[in-house]
């Protein structure tokens, strides 16, 4: 069994910056890709971000494209999003999920391992 964990996660104020923190149970390279997504209440779950675990491309949603970095570390099994310029939209509930096959990067339907979630929270 898979065990996603994220931290880093908190409260800060409109321009602030987080670092969220994956650590995968076994080794990343096994996966296809890490994704991270979000939820706020009363909306559905969003693709942010995505990397390939083979080349490190990198894909984000068109709302963080320029403010939040995914970043892996293979040999800490770990992958990474920064959050810069934060914005009160982007107060959620944030999860990574890993893929083990290709799939459309923002789709939840295509991720079969999921963590557990960590919130952030943005105030004006």
């Known amino acids: 069994q898979v065990q996603l964990v994220e931290s880093g996660g908190g409260s800060v104020q409109a321009g602030g910056s987080l670092r969220l923190s994956c650590t995968a149970s076994?080794?990343?390279?096994?996966?296809?890709?890490i994704g991270w997504f979000r939820q706020a209440p009363g909306k559905e779950r969003e693709g942010v971000a995505s990397?390939?675990?083979?080349?490190?491309?990198?894909f984000y949603g068109d709302s963080v494209k320029g403010r939040f970095a995914v970043s892996l570390d293979s040999a800490k099994n770990m992958v990474y999003l920064q959050l810069n310029s934060l914005k009160p939209e982007d107060t959620g509930v944030y999860y990574c999920a890993a893929r083990r096959y290709y799939d459309a990067w923002s789709d939840p339907a295509g991720y079969n391992y999921w963590g557990q979630g960590t919130q952030v929270t943005v105030s004006s």
């Open positions: 076994r080794p990343i390279d096994g996966f296809n890709g």
């Open positions: 990397i390939y675990t083979g080349t490190s491309s990198t």
